[in-house]
């Protein structure tokens, strides 16, 4: 990046100076400027006289407040100022101090003071003009452009500052908006590995309740069943690390293990989705004694990512409510692949809702199941089965529909 030069160096501290100081500083060059025609008179100009002095203070002195009451201080500027040719002072050749009233008008002040200052300054100036002896028509061109000139820049300054206001209010509503969205983001993520946490290691842990409940009854009367709820058991504990270790990012396994948990790219391989739910009923039957079956019906649609993982996750949860909850003997996961949607509904012959921890659908597991539906443009509904027991059902768009389905 070049090193600033020094006219943007002095612009950025005159904008930070003091304000009463800068206009100070002006009033005084403007009334130096108007002085020089009197100390260097051209040959038949009027001399400097103590009127002519103090008019033209008086047209710079109110400079100091221009920016404080600008439409005052061009009022006593606009007095001061024909008042000098009156009295044959005499009038500047260059009106100065007419030049920064206008400029700060054009820049600061509302419309109708604005408009009127400029309209009254060129009927003055050509009254001016008019009142002075033998004046050449350039004289009243450049008095009338450098007047115009003035305003035009007020103008300009005005709106570069509407414009930059614009820019930096929308810039302070963008950054809002980003950390808004980041804070969502967040949330939402935070919600996402919530949910997750919950459902692995609610349905690890239903699994392991199960089997160790089981394994002291028939650690004596039968060692193998025994030996085989403790493989269960650590099989559970197994399954909950590797599926934690896959959600919060943090796979650090040996070289053998990476190879087989990472793809060729590098990634940590996807969660598990629909093809996995075969193996996630197998290991409730065989873990619980549950009589868990799976059927599908239609053609399997693609499924967005996340969708597949909501779809694995609603099973899980739902299985992990029948084992924890419902003391039913069966369940009846179904996929029914519409056209359009994939209908996902879990079935079990347990205690139903009205004796059943989730009856009223306060439990965090129910909402959960919910909050994946929504996620993903679908819904969920949870209630009493068909004659008894306890049945949510689940609806999440294929790939194909997901977007519409998120509106």
Not at 26 to 38: C, D, G
Not at 121 to 147: D, R
Not at 231 to 251: H, K
Request: include cysteine; proline fraction near 6%; charged fraction near 20%.
């Amino acid at each position: 990046m070049p090193p600033p030069t020094w006219p943007s160096t002095a612009l950025a501290r005159l904008r930070t100076a003091n304000p009463y100081a800068v206009d100070a500083a002006l009033a005084a060059l403007v009334l130096f400027a108007a002085s020089l025609q009197w100390m260097f008179p051209d040959e038949g100009d009027d001399q400097l006289t103590w009127q002519g002095w103090l008019l033209a203070a008086a047209t710079a002195l109110p400079l100091v407040w221009r920016r404080r009451a600008p439409f005052l201080c061009a009022c006593a500027v606009s007095v001061a100022t024909p008042a000098m040719a009156v009295y044959h002072a005499p009038p500047p050749d260059v009106e100065y101090a007419g030049l920064v009233v206008l400029f700060t008008m054009a820049s600061q002040a509302p419309p109708w003071q604005r408009r009127t200052m400029l309209a009254g300054w060129v009927t003055g100036g050509i009254l001016v003009m008019q009142h002075k002896e033998n004046a050449l028509p350039f004289e009243y061109a450049f008095h009338l452009t450098s007047l115009g000139c003035a305003y035009g820049l007020g103008v300009l300054t005005r709106v570069q500052r509407a414009y930059t206001t614009a820019v930096e209010d929308h810039a302070r509503r963008l950054e809002r908006e980003r950390a808004a969205d980041t804070a969502r983001a967040l949330a939402q993520e935070r919600a996402r590995i919530a949910r997750d946490m919950h459902d692995i290691l609610a349905h690890a842990v239903s699994l392991m309740v199960v089997q160790a409940e089981a394994g002291p009854v028939v650690v004596r009367s039968d060692p193998e069943r025994a030996e085989a709820a403790f493989d269960a058991i650590a099989g559970a504990g197994r399954d909950a690390m590797r599926q934690l270790r896959l959600i919060l990012g943090v796979l650090k396994e040996e070289e053998d293990e990476k190879k087989r948990t990472r793809n060729g790219n590098g990634r940590h391989l996807p969660q598990p989705g629909i093809a996995s739910l075969t193996a996630l009923v197998e290991q409730v039957r065989d873990s619980t004694g549950l009589r868990a079956e799976l059927h599908t019906t239609g053609t399997p649609r693609p499924l967005h990512p996340d969708t597949e993982v909501a779809a694995y996750r609603v099973v899980q949860e739902a299985l992990t409510n029948t084992v924890k909850h419902a003391y039913a003997a069966s369940a009846r996961v179904e996929l029914d692949w519409g056209e359009d949607e994939l209908k996902l509904t879990v079935t079990d012959d347990g205690r139903g809702p009205e004796q059943d921890a989730r009856g009223g659908g306060g439990g965090h597991g129910l909402i959960g199941i919910r909050e994946r539906a929504a996620a993903c443009g679908g819904s969920a509904t949870a209630g009493p089965g068909p004659g008894s027991g306890f049945r949510v059902v689940v609806h999440l768009p294929t790939a194909a529909d997901r977007q519409t389905a998120l509106g």
